[in-house]
């Protein structure tokens, strides 16, 4: 069971657009900032969003963050097919003073 | 380039011991903190262990805790996990990592090493 809760899964169209939530507590999200991957089985993680809402370098501006108290989101806008992949929330835990993920949700581009 | 590319994993009796290195080029190793993650089949990420950039620092998951070792050497550019006491739970693909802005936002991943405990 993760400490950060993801949905396991979603699915757009594309074209569309899709929200991916990150609910955490005060020690992790409420006073951390958040980071979102991207990851496809197989191969490395990719950093999407650092800083609750910073895209990485080379990330479209179709990928956008944001964080309200102790929850975060990740959207997508315009889906393409190559966006279908496995995404994770991360931050800091001052009282497990540990990195926590969320337990990924499954992105299907339809 | 940036890169950090990794070595060691492999197959492992319960209850043994394996040692995974990760090597860095293209930035100053020692400007950066590094991250252990791993996927076990079948599961989500999971953060391992952290050491700080002045090797003070070192934080670990509740389960690693005892068991697992992690370490560095500033002048190779290298980090290093000690793997001790293997269980089941620990298998899976595991993966080095930079810490960019802070702890949670990896910029930069290895391409991930295999292990499997029999």
């Known amino acids: 069971q993760s400490v950060l809760t993801q949905p396991p899964s979603l699915s757009a169209a594309p074209g569309q657009k899709v929200t991916i939530s990150c609910s955490g507590i005060g020690s992790n999200i409420g006073l951390h900032s958040v980071s979102w991957y991207q990851h496809i089985p197989g191969t490395a993680p990719k950093l999407v969003i650092f800083?609750?809402?910073q895209r990485f370098s080379g990330i479209p501006g179709r990928f956008s963050g944001s964080k309200s108290g102790t929850s975060a989101t990740l959207a997508i806008t315009g889906l393409q097919t190559g966006d279908e992949a496995d995404y994770y929330c991360g931050t800091w835990d001052s009282r497990l003073s540990a990195v926590v993920f969320g337990g990924g949700t499954k992105l299907t581009v339809l | 380039q940036e890169k950090l590319v990794q070595s060691g994993g492999g197959v492992v009796q319960l209850g043994r011991s394996l040692t995974l290195s990760c090597a860095a080029s293209g930035f100053n190793f020692l400007d950066y903190d590094m991250n252990w993650v791993r996927q076990g089949p079948g599961k989500g990420l999971e953060w391992v262990a952290l050491i700080g950039h002045d090797i003070y620092s070192q934080y670990y998951m509740e389960s690693a805790r005892g068991r697992f070792t992690v370490s560095r050497d500033n002048s190779r550019g290298r980090v290093t996990l000690q793997m001790n006491d293997l269980a089941v739970d620990d298998a899976g693909v595991y993966f080095c990592?930079?810490?960019?802005?802070?702890?949670?936002?990896?910029?930069?991943w290895g391409q991930g090493t295999t292990v499997a405990v029999s």
């Open positions: 800083d609750n809402h």
């Open positions: 990592a930079r810490s960019a802005r802070n702890f949670a936002s990896m910029d930069v």
